[in-house]
């Protein structure tokens, strides 16, 4: 069975990506089960969720020599302009909360109509074995940002979050709910057809 490095220490992302692959045919590893430094980091630099999960996963996939499974996602707000977007995890210094309280007092007084958005995910499958073999994949949820936070599940922006397809925000959802809906989840699902397909 092949090993699969997940290229991510983020404890809220973790579960999450291990949910959604699994019964795959690959054991799944981390950074630190495949022996890579906790100060051993990529450098997120490009301007798109595609271009810092393509990083992700050349930089963890190089420096482990593994097949690697990486993802950058973010929240995209219609009437900020698509913020905070690419730096939705600095979109504020601090916690979670710090960051979706900075975007609620932006909304303040904004009608809900008016509060569309989407989260979107994009996941890198990076194989060095293969002659540097690279996929990508997109998942996309959307959604209205709520007034104030609601349920303590997930992490990041999902007390805010509310999905108009399942009627409750992130924070209110189970993980497998989540799993099912999400942006993470929608491409982790494209990713397993990818993994079967093209890397067992």
Not at 38 to 43: G, L, N, P, T
Not at 50 to 62: M, P, R, S
Not at 66 to 82: H, R
Not at 117 to 145: L, M, N, S, W, Y
Request: hydrophobic letters at 40%; glycine letters at 12%.
């Amino acid at each position: 069975m092949r090993e699969l490095l997940i290229a991510t220490r983020n404890k809220g992302k973790w579960p999450e990506i291990v949910a959604g692959l699994a019964g795959m045919p690959f054991q799944i590893v981390s950074p630190d089960q495949a022996g890579i430094p906790a100060d051993f980091a990529a450098e997120e630099i490009a301007s798109t969720f595609e271009g810092n999960a393509l990083i992700k996963a050349f930089t963890f996939g190089k420096r482990s020599g593994k097949l690697t499974l990486a993802e950058d996602a973010g929240l995209e707000v219609d009437t900020l302009g698509g913020r905070p977007g690419i730096m939705s995890a600095r979109y504020a210094e601090g916690s979670d909360e710090d960051r979706y309280r900075k975007l609620l007092s932006e909304l303040s007084g904004i009608p809900y109509a008016e509060r569309g958005a989407q989260f979107r995910a994009v996941v890198a499958i990076f194989d060095p074995e293969r002659g540097d073999k690279i996929r990508t994949c997109e998942g996309i949820v959307q959604g209205h940002i709520v007034d104030e936070p609601r349920g303590s599940n997930g992490f990041g922006y999902d007390p805010i979050f509310f999905s108009d397809e399942l009627g409750k925000t992130g924070g209110e959802m189970t993980l497998t709910e989540k799993s099912r809906v999400s942006h993470r989840g929608r491409a982790l699902a494209k990713a397993r057809e990818i993994l079967l397909a093209q890397f067992v």
